[in-house]
């Protein structure tokens, strides 16, 4: 197959190295990639963002299978203009990616499909925010309506930091005060092409910057995969997932395409485990950062059919996705000041030898090559991937890589897939 992959991120590189891992050779081009997607795939010099320029390069380069990796283009309307143009994109369109783009429009769409989510009040001022706080009670937590890149939410006891954040984003629309959910929380995706659902396996996401989960959100400082800890409280991970499936992934795929905008892609459940049962915290539209690099290694089923027959609506022919019994543990590496003013341009040394330990491959997340070697080009910078038989080995093997890589100022923490281990 002839695939391009949009977007620049260690997601987008665990997509490739999945196809490429497949059987089936595939001409693999990614726009516009980084310095490790250099290596996988052809890096286009392409705005990814772009309809027009997507789908003539699309349709010049006879392009089988477009994979939309990031939220922006989506919601810039590029999965529309190829599936005008009759060229197969997993990724939905500029509607149907709403689900991601605005926490109101998910909102209403839950409660129209009677998915179960936290209570939510809309505020257009700082009077109704104080009010709805007030009425929901601490802890707060206060959600920007639109795309902000991990950093729309805050969760705090303290009200008046609620107050400040919903103020910061007050002048550009409403905000969400929302009931707080206690829990574990799970990313589950589905595949949807836009009328048959089909799960993939489980992870977890280490949102808070440091040790702990302390610190600022991000996009994502780590994850593993599959979950052991569901198997108590579900009786297996088969259970949960069709009971999210059952419970929250068909009825809004039913939903979406009752109002006559279809779903055609990857439908990204983040949910809080309650005492009182599954709760939707959020959707997103596409494969969650780093989710990604621990489900797509284990996934057994070549990734590569799964994803057109998602974009062509012949999901039903594929059963459920088969996962191997391998566990995968992943740890980013960020910049200095990341997330709230990342160093870039600093040099990344020790990438070879990471990426030589055994069992260990390197998702490049934001690198360029320069005359003087790699370097780090944004905050979240790679994500070096690790797979085990046992949570103790690929967390083991994970950190060795980590140690060996150079970035002056780089941070990652030190503690994911640790509740998992076994002492
Ligand atoms: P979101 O951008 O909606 O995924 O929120 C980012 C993070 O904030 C989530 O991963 C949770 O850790 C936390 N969060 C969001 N909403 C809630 C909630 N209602 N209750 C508790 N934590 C939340
Ligand atoms: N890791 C969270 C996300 O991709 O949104």
Redesign the pocket.
Known sequence: MRILVLGSGAREHAIIVALRSEDEPHAIFAAPGNAGIAADAHLVDLDPTDPEAVTAFAHDEAIDLVVIGPEAPLIAGVGDALRTRGIPVFGPGRAAAQLEGS?AFAKRVMDAAGVPT?R?IRARDSAAVAAALDELGA?Y?V?ADGL?A?K????TDDRAAAIGHAEAFLPSGPVLV?????GP?VSLFFLSDGDTVRALSPAQ?Y??LGDGDLGP?TGGMGAYSPLPWLSERFGGEDEFVDLVTREVAEPVIRQLDAEGTPFIGLLYA?L?LTDAGV?V??FNARFGDPETQVVLPRLIDPLSQLLLATASGTLESHSKPAFAEAVAVTVVLASQGYPDAPVTGRALHGTDAAADVDGVHLAHGATARTDDGLIATGGRVLSVVALGSTFAEARGIAYEAIELIDLEGGQYRTDIAARVVED
């Open positions: 926490k936290g939510a802890p937590v959600k902000a991990g729309g939410v805050v969760v929302e009931e707080f959910l206690d929380e996401d949102k808070r959100n983040g809080i709760r915290i959020e």
